[in-house]
């Protein structure tokens, strides 16, 4: 009898351990594999329901070596403990809520070193049941571990294919590498640069968020792959954005891909968690950009003057390289090279277009472009002329510039606007969450309310990376929130009790706070019913600003299909 149960536990652990190291890689994956991340991250350092239950386990066991007694009575509730654990596992598996990662080779080495503990104490460990309960609660700590010794494997792989990605870029004499880096606008500027260019030189561009060294090194062998050494030779630009979690990580970017040209589109507290709460690191991480300068090369800094930070590193780069800089951002007396002034929207239910002038001056021959935008967002603006600067520097004319600005569009779900049959206007900006994106969704949404009055449902889900930052910069969004929704449904616990924690009573009414997916879908819904109205220019105004949990994301999307 006692045997029997004793084997029925040990198939009962060894699944909650191997369901458990699933959840805790996906967290992994999720943070980009940085230990950093992970430790910032008060939630995952938290004991959650099932780890209060496999608690309980260890208790059990613990009283069942040291008196001896009642060891079946204690075997049947630590059976019953454990399969409590496994069905709130394959609950959230039926609910979709369960963390599961995508199964990459790296994950896969986790997984297998993960795995080898509990394995090999079947042999070696006196009482197993202890032993697996244990290495199951230290779950996370293992994978950070085995995260520490497969990532010395990985970068071998990684050093391989970044040596022949710079190997294959050698010959190709002509070629010009633009580097973006900063906090934010990094994505859209690479966008707007590569329609700008692409009409009249042959461009390779990193498509999406790619922004590591080996994701750009993939991305490059990939395409010259496909291009025999003749066209090879016709590459005249490669634009590559830079993502600075490290002081380190944009030097070892630069070592394998040299710079021509690079440009920092601002800084703020974005990735303050890899920096231990301190921006002077976030500041040198991406003042790391010029240090990455090919030898020979004319060393073109360019910075967004639109942010203050960038205003002192530039000063500190004329200084370190004793050479001139280049600036961008909105000015009517024409301080910078490259000028926006006279910025207006022109707002229309599910469109919007931006009317701006585009003034070059300072190191740059003086001139003046009528420009229209039809997307979404004042710093888009700002964004356009940084990437119509850099066009301007590769040889573009005015004419150039402006003909191709027609052509921009933006990402999907980088502040994508859409008007649906039933008159509900969707801004999905899913891909943006850092506090300046947040600030133009806010800025944003009052500008088209005041223009198009109509009631409005706001979906965040908290901001990640902000460290110490984190309680000040959420409340004072939460503040903006309450003057600019009239519903507010945050994602995430515990930063929504940041986002209302200087919120006043009767605001704090517009609020909805939860984690729990049900409960979201079920207030989305009750809200939509509640706010929507037939007959106006807008029936209702979506906003998603940052990355909701999918699910969610879904039915709101299919919740308003269902009305289109």
């Known amino acids: 009898m006692k045997e029997t149960f004793i084997i029925i536990l040990i198939i009962e652990i060894i699944v909650v351990y191997f369901l458990t190291a699933i959840n805790k890689l996906a967290y992994l994956q999720q943070k980009d594999y940085l230990r950093k991340r992970i430790f910032a991250d008060k939630k995952l350092l938290k004991l959650t329901l099932i780890d209060n239950w496999l608690l309980l386990i260890v208790i059990?066991?613990?009283?069942?070596?040291?008196?001896?007694?009642?060891?079946?009575?204690?075997?049947?509730?630590?059976?019953?403990?454990?399969?409590?654990?496994?069905?709130?596992?394959?609950?959230?598996?039926?609910?979709?809520?369960?963390?599961?990662?995508?199964?990459?080779?790296?994950?896969?080495?986790?997984?297998?070193?993960?795995?080898?503990?509990?394995?090999?104490?079947?042999?070696?460990?006196?009482?197993?049941?202890?032993?697996?309960?244990?290495?199951?609660?230290?779950?996370?700590?293992?994978?950070?571990?085995?995260?520490?010794?497969?990532?010395?494997?990985?970068?071998?792989?990684?050093?391989?294919?970044?040596?022949?990605?710079?190997?294959?870029?050698?010959?190709?004499?002509?070629?010009?590498?633009?580097?973006?880096?900063?906090?934010?606008?990094?994505?859209?500027?690479?966008?707007?640069?590569?329609?700008?260019?692409?009409?009249?030189?042959?461009?390779?561009?990193?498509?999406?968020?790619?922004?590591?060294?080996?994701?750009?090194?993939?991305?490059?062998?990939?395409?010259?792959?496909?291009?025999?050494?003749?066209?090879?030779?016709?590459?005249?630009?490669?634009?590559?954005?830079?993502?600075?979690?490290?002081?380190?990580?944009?030097?070892?970017?630069?070592?394998y891909f040299p710079l021509d040209i690079a440009i920092i589109t601002g800084i703020n507290e974005q990735h303050l968690e890899t920096f231990s709460g301190d921006i002077s690191q976030t500041i040198e991480a991406n003042y790391m950009i010029f240090k990455g300068f090919k030898l020979m090369s004319d060393k073109i800094a360019i910075f967004n003057f639109s942010n203050e930070y960038c205003k002192e590193l530039a000063k500190r780069f004329t200084a370190e390289f004793n050479k001139k800089y280049y600036s961008y951002g909105v000015s009517d007396t024409g301080e910078y090279d490259a000028n926006i002034s006279q910025l207006v929207n022109i707002v229309k239910p599910g469109k919007n277009i931006l009317r701006f002038k585009l003034n070059f001056s300072r190191n740059i021959l003086s001139s003046a472009i009528a420009i229209e935008l039809p997307i979404l967002g004042d710093f888009n603006a700002v964004n356009f002329a940084g990437a119509a600067l850099v066009a301007k520097l590769c040889g573009l004319s005015d004419s150039e510039i402006k003909k191709n600005a027609s052509e921009i569009t933006i990402n999907n779900k980088t502040l994508k606007l859409s008007l649906t049959q039933s008159k509900i206007e969707f801004i999905d900006d899913s891909f943006n969450s850092n506090p300046s994106s947040i600030d133009a969704d806010i800025k944003l949404l009052m500008e088209r309310n005041r223009v198009i009055p109509t009631k409005n449902i706001l979906v965040f889900p908290g901001l990640v990376d902000l460290n110490k930052s984190s309680k000040e910069i959420h409340a004072k969004i939460g503040q903006r929130f309450a003057n600019a929704a009239d519903s507010i449904i945050i994602t995430d616990d515990n930063w929504g009790n940041e986002t209302v924690s200087e919120i006043n009573d009767a605001s704090k009414s517009k609020f909805f706070i939860s984690s729990n997916i049900s409960l979201l879908i079920a207030k989305f819904k009750t809200e939509y019913e509640k706010l929507i109205s037939t007959g106006d220019e807008v029936n209702l105004r979506i906003l998603i600003c940052g990355r909701i949990p999918s699910e969610l994301y879904k039915f709101i999307i299919n919740h308003a299909d269902a009305k289109f």
């Open 60 to 255: 059990f066991e613990l009283l069942r070596l040291l008196t001896g007694q009642f060891e079946v009575i204690l075997l049947i509730i630590e059976s019953i403990v454990l399969v409590i654990v496994i069905f709130n596992y394959l609950l959230q598996v039926i609910k979709k809520r369960f963390k599961k990662p995508r199964f990459t080779i790296r994950i896969m080495l986790n997984l297998v070193l993960v795995l080898t503990p509990l394995l090999l104490s079947v042999f070696l460990a006196h009482n197993y049941i202890l032993l697996a309960t244990i290495l199951t609660l230290l779950s996370l700590y293992l994978i950070i571990l085995s995260n520490e010794l497969t990532k010395r494997v990985i970068f071998i792989g990684h050093r391989i294919s970044m040596a022949k990605a710079k190997n294959s870029l050698i010959p190709l004499s002509e070629l010009k590498t633009i580097g973006i880096t900063g906090s934010y606008g990094k994505s859209t500027t690479k966008l707007f640069l590569h329609t700008l260019l692409v009409d009249k030189f042959p461009v390779l561009t990193t498509p999406g968020s790619i922004n590591t060294d080996i994701g750009i090194a993939v991305y490059v062998n990939s395409q010259l792959k496909k291009l025999s050494a003749e066209k090879r030779s016709y590459i005249k630009y490669l634009i590559l954005e830079m993502d600075a979690y490290f002081i380190s990580t944009i030097k070892r970017i630069t070592k």
